[in-house]
């Protein structure tokens, strides 16, 4: 027969199994508080009068209650609310439509982004009126050395009123001008300005 | 009569300033020794408190009374103070060993030495038994401290402690059997009965009287 712990335990004999006392565990804050189940309070004292060890341990865990019980409380600091205030009004609450902006460097970086890609679309790119690379995109091999050294001559290539032969050539008063040089003379100037 | 939580809130959601004041008078000092006691530096419980009422006043247009109030409000808490526990030991690893980490002893005034001796042996004791106990419940792990702290100081039901910590009520409850089982040890001096020893009277001589 064996007997339990201390004292108390050689009083009511046999000590209940380690089994027995997991299962008392989970019950036995419940009723120490007050608030254990009429079934699991049953059970809790029915197992309290043979086990001293659990016994032992609900008399321990009712003076440690008693001992924490000791534990001072502080006071919050006297600046407490004062400074929650502070906290809640530096931060206050988004209502309505304002909630949807967003914080004011996003917002600028969003405008400044915005206003770049604007910029960047509005500048005309020199692709669309170059032609070696217009007939490069037709499919045409464009070799490196051909597009520097039309690049040298792009200013002037770009301008318009050059490119507009038809205008040129239907200019009226160009019929007063002196006779034009010999064909091989004009062919040469002809393959010079292209 | 005193309004309810429940009505407070739903009067703050209603923009009532005054309400919140009335639930930052209430709940303000409760607050603040929870998570003093999870945290152990009077600065941060303060801060983490404030950080607290600040999110309840944020959300009050969200508010529905699905929850007890202080549910709702310890499980803020403790979610907070176990992030800045969290944050605090990331912090002191990267403090050097010959730094003094903190001890939880921030909160010690000078003790002042009256004339009376018996006055300052109280004071001793007294103090000597709160950084006991402060630091038991301090040596718990973060869950089982939570459960204690919420069951023995703010007596919470076993289902508002449960909703907070998010576990079941069973879990809790062997949760708080094993924190208090370890306080039991730790605590041992100021649970155990001490032992009477009955002073047998003897003569000058020496012999039984």
């Given amino acids: 027969m064996k007997y339990g712990e201390?004292?108390?335990?050689?009083?009511?004999?046999?000590?209940?199994?380690?089994?027995?006392?997991a299962a008392i565990e989970s019950k036995l804050i419940a009723y120490l508080d007050g608030r254990a189940r009429p079934g699991e309070r049953h059970a809790v004292e029915e197992h309290l009068t043979s086990c001293g060890s659990c016994?032992?341990?609900?008399?321990?865990?009712?003076?440690l209650w008693s001992a924490l019980d000791d534990l001072p409380s502080i006071s919050p600091s006297p600046a407490f609310?004062?400074?929650?205030?502070?906290?809640?009004?530096?931060r206050p609450v988004p209502q309505g439509f304002s909630q949807w902006l967003p914080s004011p460097r996003l917002a600028f970086a969003l405008v400044a982004l915005v206003a770049l890609s604007v910029w960047l679309s509005s500048?005309?790119?020199?692709?669309?009126t170059n032609p070696s690379v217009a007939a490069s995109h037709a499919g045409q091999v464009n070799p490196a050395s051909q597009v520097s050294a039309e690049s040298d001559f792009g200013m002037i290539r770009d301008l318009a009123v050059?490119?507009?032969?038809?205008?040129?050539?239907?200019?009226?008063?160009?019929?007063?001008?002196?006779?034009?040089?010999?064909?091989?003379?004009?062919?040469?100037?002809?393959?010079?300005?292209? | 009569m005193a309004r309810t939580d429940v009505q407070l809130m739903l009067d703050v959601k209603?923009?009532?300033?005054?309400?919140?004041?009335?639930?930052?008078?209430?709940?303000r000092a409760p607050l603040v020794n929870f998570l003093y006691r999870m945290v152990r530096d009077t600065a941060v419980a303060e801060d983490l408190a404030q950080e607290v009422f600040l999110r309840v006043y944020r959300a009050r247009q969200e508010y529905a009374p699905s929850a007890k109030f202080t549910t709702w409000m310890f499980r803020i808490a403790t979610n907070l103070a176990?992030?800045?526990?969290?944050?605090?030991?990331?912090?002191?690893?990267?403090?050097?060993?010959?730094?003094?980490?903190?001890?939880?002893?921030?909160?010690?005034?000078?003790?002042?030495?009256?004339?009376?001796a018996p006055s300052v042996e109280q004071e001793l004791v007294r103090?000597?038994?709160?950084?006991?106990?402060?630091?038991?419940?301090?040596?718990?792990?973060?869950?089982?401290?939570?459960?204690?702290?919420?069951?023995?100081?703010?007596?919470?039901?076993y289902d508002e402690i449960a909703s907070v910590l998010e576990c079941s009520e069973s879990a809790l409850k062997s949760l708080l059997f094993r924190a208090y089982e370890t306080l039991r040890v730790e605590l041992a001096p100021l649970v155990t009965p001490t032992v009477r020893v009955d002073r047998v009277p003897v003569s000058r001589s020496g012999r039984p009287a």
């Fill in chain 2, 127 to 157: 103090r000597c038994r709160a950084e006991m106990i402060l630091k038991a419940i301090h040596a718990l792990p973060e869950k089982q401290r939570a459960a204690v702290l919420l069951h023995k100081y703010q007596e919470l039901d």
């Fill in chain 1, 123 to 128: 500048v005309p790119s020199r692709d669309a």
């Fill in chain 1, 6 to 21: 201390g004292s108390e335990g050689t009083m009511f004999g046999k000590e209940s199994s380690p089994k027995q006392c």
């Fill in chain 1, 81 to 90: 609310d004062a400074s929650l205030r502070a906290r809640i009004a530096a």
């Fill in chain 1, 162 to 194: 050059l490119e507009n032969y038809d205008v040129v050539s239907k200019f009226d008063a160009l019929s007063e001008l002196p006779v034009p040089p010999t064909a091989s003379s004009s062919e040469a100037t002809k393959q010079t300005r292209e």
């Fill in chain 2, 82 to 116: 176990l992030n800045s526990m969290r944050d605090s030991r990331h912090r002191k690893m990267e403090i050097s060993m010959d730094q003094t980490t903190d001890t939880g002893e921030d909160d010690q005034r000078p003790l002042e030495v009256p004339d009376r």
């Fill in chain 1, 55 to 63: 016994r032992l341990r609900a008399k321990e865990f009712r003076a």
């Fill in chain 2, 14 to 27: 209603a923009g009532d300033e005054e309400s919140f004041a009335l639930l930052l008078r209430r709940y």
